[in-house]
């Protein structure tokens, strides 16, 4: 089974700040993906950032990049100059390399951007 | 069409009855898959398709579900007898094929059982 923890339910930040949203994961495959989704108030998933398991270099998109640590099951999100336009439900999920595209995602935490 | 649509984007419902959701993936996209999203909380995996044949209807949670595509691209998610344990907001994704890593969201169907 695989599982992914989000031990944070809510952050917030300044604008034009840093923030850093944390994830946990558990899985037995040795291929696998990991993703950041943000979720805003209209509910449609909109992907983040991608980081395949196998890659050692952690993963960047402009002002998010993720902090993998492989051995200790860490995926964490770093948001540099946050805008106002960030806020919303951000979800960290799973793909394992035999599980065809069904995702495992986590609890979720709420980002407020404050101006 | 150019991303995925679900109808209704709201749908309330007395306890009891029966509802149909529906999801019309991006065209080409061979993959399909229901996800239901309680308040508050993630996403959990209820069905996938590969073509017109469900892969894998484990996430499920009884028989009052059912889920179809008979043609391949259009699916229809069904509850019979619906409870109030089933309101939720009900997502429907497809990808290119089961191999692929991205999957691409459509806005949801949030359903209310009164």
């Known amino acids: 089974a695989q599982t992914v923890t989000q031990s944070q339910p809510e952050m917030s930040v300044q604008e034009a700040e840093t923030v850093t949203l944390s994830c946990t994961y558990d899985?037995?495959?040795?291929?696998?993906?990991l993703f950041w989704y943000k979720q805003p108030p209209s509910r449609q998933m909109i992907l983040v950032i991608r980081?395949?398991?196998?890659?050692?270099q952690n993963a960047t998109e402009n002002r998010f990049s993720v902090n993998f640590q492989k051995a200790a099951k860490s995926f964490s999100l770093k948001i540099s100059d946050s805008q106002l336009g960030d806020a919303a439900m951000y979800f960290c999920?799973?793909?394992?390399?035999?599980?065809?595209?069904?995702?495992?995602f986590g609890q979720g935490t709420i980002l407020t951007v404050h101006p | 069409g150019a991303g995925v649509s679900q109808t209704p984007s709201n749908k309330v419902t007395e306890k009891g009855k029966y509802v149909e959701l529906r999801c019309d993936p991006i065209?080409?996209?061979?993959?399909l898959y229901w996800y239901r999203q309680s308040l508050g909380q993630g996403p959990e995996f209820l069905i996938y398709?590969?073509?017109?044949?469900?892969?894998?209807d484990s996430g499920l949670p009884n028989d009052r579900f059912f889920a179809v595509r008979p043609e391949g691209s259009v699916s229809t998610l069904k509850i019979q007898r619906t409870e109030r344990g089933d309101s939720a907001v009900y997502l429907c994704?497809?990808?290119?094929?089961?191999?692929?890593?991205?999957?691409?969201f459509g806005q949801g169907t949030r359903l209310t059982v009164v």
């Open positions: 980081q395949e398991a196998y890659k050692q």
């Open positions: 899985t037995s495959e040795s291929d696998y993906y």
């Open positions: 065209s080409g996209h061979t993959a």
């Open positions: 999920a799973l793909l394992g390399g035999t599980s065809y595209g069904k995702l495992t």
């Open positions: 994704a497809s990808s290119l094929n089961s191999g692929s890593t991205e999957a691409f």
């Open positions: 398709f590969q073509g017109t044949g469900a892969a894998d």
